[in-house]
């Protein structure tokens, strides 16, 4: 590796260095980093952390970095993971390209938080360019860094490239598969559609005994429901209970929805109160997908009877609620009946931000 000239190097001293700490008049930046180390030395690793987080208010961490003299794997791994904690991942990118430029390699477990990092920032191309880079330098990676390259490619809407991931995380980093890299998968598959793929995932996570959760199945119930498929969606559901997978909220809602769009409503109504027998109570989304259903069958008692026990019980519905129960009573010719309820729900504080169509 190249020397770079000392001149572009600023010392200790240069007034350039932590210019805007002293504008600030802390600490001079000497000292600072004399408290750093000493407090490292001393394994008084909050202190320092916290320290470090006071620092890059004010500076760059590749200042910070550049500066300490006593540089090390450790170091580096350390305030990288600060950096990539406190969530500036712009920061923590440039960081590591400045120790890897170093010629130091961080801790697996710093570049974890640094992928982490960019992925809850959206910033899923800069997450699969650093795996690349990694993986082709030789540095062995492990399922988590794996997970992550996965859900960036399945953010990006790159599933192929998510597939591929998958099987040289099986192939050549000789790792199974674990459970995020499958419900991820399967998520963006059955986002696009593409269940019977997805059901292939499922069945093989399940026959290399990968145990499935919450996550797994409702994924694989939401899939079959987008497409149509009700009756396998249930038929996942009796797959859930036989795997003591207890359902949440979200999947009672999700094959209610599935019920309601093909107005098979006398057995929406089983699941409506199947979920409520199992402690769950009625939310926005719930209402949304009965009152829908009911709209769509033309069943317009039930849907004011529903509306009803909405109003006994106290429940304030939200704009879009309100809106599905509308629209349902103006297609159904219950225009007035609809006007009616809308006076009553502005009157009691719903506000509206668009026109009902």
Request: glycine share 8%.
């Amino acid at each position: 590796m190249a020397k770079r000239s000392l001149s572009l190097l600023p010392t200790l001293s240069s007034p350039r260095f932590f210019s805007s700490i002293n504008k600030n008049q802390n600490p001079n930046p000497q000292e600072q980093l004399r408290n750093l180390h000493e407090l490292l030395q001393q394994g008084q690793t909050q202190t320092a952390k916290n320290l470090i987080k006071t620092l890059i208010t004010s500076t760059t961490p590749s200042d910070i970095y550049t500066h300490y003299t006593n540089k090390s794997e450790f170091f580096s791994s350390f305030i990288l993971s600060v950096c990539a904690e406190s969530n500036f991942p712009n920061e923590a990118f440039d960081l590591y390209m400045l120790i890897r430029k170093d010629g130091v390699i961080p801790s697996i477990a710093s570049f974890n938080l640094l992928l982490q990092c960019l992925v809850s920032c959206g910033q899923y191309g800069r997450v699969l360019d650093l795996f690349d880079n990694v993986v082709s330098s030789g540095i062995r990676v492990d399922k988590f860094a794996f997970g992550k390259a996965v859900q960036s490619a399945v953010k990006m809407g790159d599933l192929r490239r998510g597939m591929e991931l998958m099987d040289y995380m099986r192939n050549y980093g000789r790792m199974g598969v674990n459970k995020f890299v499958y419900n991820v998968l399967m998520g963006g598959l059955c986002k696009e559609k593409r269940v019977m793929d997805a059901r292939k995932l499922f069945d093989e996570m399940l026959e290399r005994g990968v145990v499935a959760d919450k996550v797994t199945y409702n994924t694989m119930i939401d899939g079959y429901c987008k497409v149509g498929d009700v009756d396998e969606a249930f038929r996942i559901r009796e797959k859930m209970k036989s795997g003591n997978v207890e359902a949440n909220l979200v999947t009672f809602n999700t094959l209610l929805n599935g019920l309601c769009r093909g107005k098979r409503m006398d057995e929406a109504k089983k699941v409506w109160e199947d979920m409520k027998g199992h402690g769950f109570v009625p939310d926005g989304f719930t209402y949304s997908f009965m009152f829908d259903g009911f709209s769509r069958s033309g069943d317009l008692n039930a849907l004011m009877s529903l509306y009803e026990q909405v109003e006994k019980d106290g429940i304030r519905i939200n704009v879009y609620t309100c809106g599905i129960l509308l629209n349902g009573l103006c297609k159904g010719g219950k225009t007035s009946k609809a006007e009616e309820i809308l006076v009553k729900l502005l009157e009691n504080g719903l506000v509206v931000t668009h026109h009902f169509q």
